[in-house]
């Protein structure tokens, strides 16, 4: 079989629907809508999840964040149309198969955005501004930087951040340093299992590196690593982040909170060793929500949150 036999990508299978409506549901990718709820961390840690103006204020956020984040996923997947025909699992997407045609992806990204920033006029001129820095990055990252050794993962790492801080800055609510640098550190860990995952999917498929970014099977060793020492680190911050006297001055009980360093312990080992099992895939995230266990170790962080109120 020659290069260019081995190459040519499979026809996309058939889909059960031509609906074009349901079509750009599925491209606005709604799964992906619970990172935002991120949005309202802020809020609990700070005890203020029931009073009425700042709750409003981060809800009103998370929507905003929910349009623009759905803006960014269709330029996302029209720049990367083409590459996405070659993969066995992103061919599928509504633009790649071909199923959707593409005026539809910009005027929906258009449209989303506009409206995503009108919205966001009405909770703060600072939110605002969070708002368009996340827009000018997730841009940077569909445009050019999602190719770039390293920056593309510290970028995604940087974003799911900066979802926590605009919560802070719509609910009006300061945020702990040491929380801040958790985040960057915890999400770093995701966004490097996100990428792990894609390899050991394309060294199953025998094949060598991935299509559009700049890395090989050769990085699965050092890609791993730094993904479980991040994840490690961030459960370090965590704990020294329990030794602030924000964390004192809020709960009761704060020693009861660290009963959540060993969840989060647990949590991170099992992601990454089943990240190199290949039963995560290339999307941690989705992975999050359908497994019952992610759900455990998160009801029992509510509880022990809770606990030490």
């Known amino acids: 079989m020659s290069l260019h036999t081995a190459r040519r ?26 990172k935002n709820l991120l949005l309202l961390v802020p809020l609990a840690l700070a005890h203020q999840i029931l009073d009425p103006l700042p709750l409003v204020r981060a809800i009103l ?14 330029v996302n997947d029209l720049l990367d149309s083409e590459a996405d025909r070659h993969d066995p699992e992103k061919r599928r997407r509504p633009f790649a198969s071909g199923r959707l045609p593409r005026i539809a992806g910009i005027v929906g ?30 841009l940077a990252y569909s445009l050019a930087l999602k190719r770039q050794l390293a920056m593309d993962v510290i970028l995604l790492g940087c974003l ?34 996100k990428r792990v995952g894609e ?14 970014r700049d890395y090989g099977v050769s990085d699965l060793h050092i890609l791993s690593s730094l993904g479980g020492a991040s994840g490690y680190l961030s ?43 290949g039963g995560v895939g290339s999307d941690p995230v989705l992975f999050t929500l359908r497994d019952p266990n992610s759900y455990v170790v998160m009801g029992l962080v509510a509880l022990t949150f809770w606990a030490a109120a």
Not at 9 to 34: G, I, Y
Not at 246 to 275: D, G, K, N
């Open 109 to 138: 990204a258009v449209v989303l955005t506009a409206i995503g920033f009108a919205l966001a006029a009405f909770i703060s001129r600072g939110f605002v501004f969070c708002l368009a820095g996340y827009l000018t990055l997730s």
């Open 235 to 277: 459960v370090l911050v965590f704990a020294l982040y329990l030794h602030g006297g924000t964390v004192q001055a809020l709960y009761r009980a704060p020693e009861a909170l660290w009963f959540i360093v060993p969840l989060l312990l647990y949590w991170v080992t099992r992601i990454w060793t089943l990240t190199l099992r």
């Open 9 to 34: 990508p499979e026809p996309a299978p058939p889909s059960p629907t031509r609906d074009p409506v349901t079509l750009m549901l599925l491209a606005l990718r709604p799964h992906q809508w619970v």
């Open 160 to 193: 799911y951040a900066g979802r926590v801080v605009a919560g802070g800055v719509a609910a009006a609510v300061a945020l702990s340093h040491w929380f801040i640098v958790f985040c960057v550190f915890f999400f770093l860990s995701l966004a490097l299992s």
């Open 199 to 212: 390899l050991v999917r394309v060294r199953r498929e025998a094949k060598l590196r991935l299509a559009r």
């Open 61 to 74: 956020g998370t929507l905003t964040f929910c349009l623009v984040a759905s803006a960014g996923y269709l």
